[in-house]
């Protein structure tokens, strides 16, 4: 079967215009073509979008869970292997750098995850719920496709949209600095 096609099935298994919305974003997005994607539309859907009158649509929470966890170990590696002559301190704050909840609300922003977010919150793009929204989509791909393709996705998003070298003269941590 050609590329063509099998996109074409692909897209047909997208019950509605919602689901054809959120597979043709992750491929544009991402990169990936999801495999279960009710678990997609679940890391997409904050706790706000979830009505009395459906209680038995999940949350994404849960996948925020776990999606920070595989984030943590992906950026860990990342710092580990790109910093080699590092140490641990430097490499501990450049994940917390790399993984606070600012970077991810703008790595959320750079994708456009509010294309595809299903939320009720005002102003949901000036909080936190974009980027808890893209941890549980880390924690979905995850689920879905694997550590490796995980790696892949999150380590092209990071190399994409940021420069590491302009992350690591940013300084959050005036403790730390005192403290030196």
Same mark, same amino acid.
């Given at each position: 079967? !050609?590329?063509?096609?099998?996109?074409?099935?692909?897209?047909?298994?997208?019950?509605?215009? /919602? =689901?054809? *919305?959120?597979?043709?974003?992750?491929? %544009?997005a991402l990169g990936i073509i999801p495999g279960d994607?009710?678990? $997609?539309?679940?890391?997409?859907?904050? #706790?706000?979008?979830? !009505? /009395?009158?459906?209680?038995?649509?999940?949350?994404? =929470?849960?996948?925020?869970?776990?999606?920070?966890?595989?984030?943590?170990?992906?950026?860990?590696?990342?710092?580990?292997?790109? $910093?080699?002559? %590092?140490?641990?301190?430097?490499?501990? *704050?450049?994940?917390?750098?790399?993984?606070?909840?600012?970077?991810?609300?703008?790595?959320a922003k750079h994708v456009g995850i509010e294309r595809v977010l299903?939320?009720?919150? +005002?102003?949901?793009? /000036? !909080?936190?719920?974009?980027?808890? +929204?893209? =941890?549980?989509?880390?924690?979905?791909?995850?689920?879905?496709?694997?550590?490796?393709?995980?790696?892949?996705? #999150?380590?092209?998003?990071?190399?994409?949209?940021?420069?590491?070298? =302009?992350?690591?003269?940013?300084? *959050?941590?005036?403790?730390?600095?005192?403290?030196?």
């Amino acid at each position: 079967a !050609s590329t063509g096609s099998l996109i074409a099935t692909l897209f047909s298994r997208a019950r509605n215009p /919602e =689901e054809r *919305r959120v597979r043709a974003w992750c491929r %544009q997005a991402l990169g990936i073509i999801p495999g279960d994607l009710p678990l $997609y539309r679940q890391a997409l859907r904050h #706790v706000s979008a979830v !009505s /009395e009158e459906r209680p038995d649509l999940p949350d994404n =929470e849960r996948l925020e869970f776990l999606g920070d966890a595989v984030l943590d170990a992906i950026i860990g590696n990342l710092l580990f292997t790109v $910093y080699p002559g %590092q140490g641990e301190g430097f490499l501990t *704050r450049m994940r917390s750098k790399l993984v606070s909840r600012a970077q991810l609300n703008v790595l959320a922003k750079h994708v456009g995850i509010e294309r595809v977010l299903e939320t009720t919150v +005002a102003r949901a793009h /000036e !909080s936190s719920v974009p980027g808890n +929204a893209l =941890e549980a989509l880390i924690g979905a791909i995850f689920l879905d496709k694997g550590f490796e393709r995980t790696r892949k996705v #999150v380590e092209g998003l990071v190399k994409a949209h940021f420069d590491l070298k =302009e992350i690591e003269k940013e300084d *959050r941590d005036g403790k730390s600095r005192l403290l030196e």
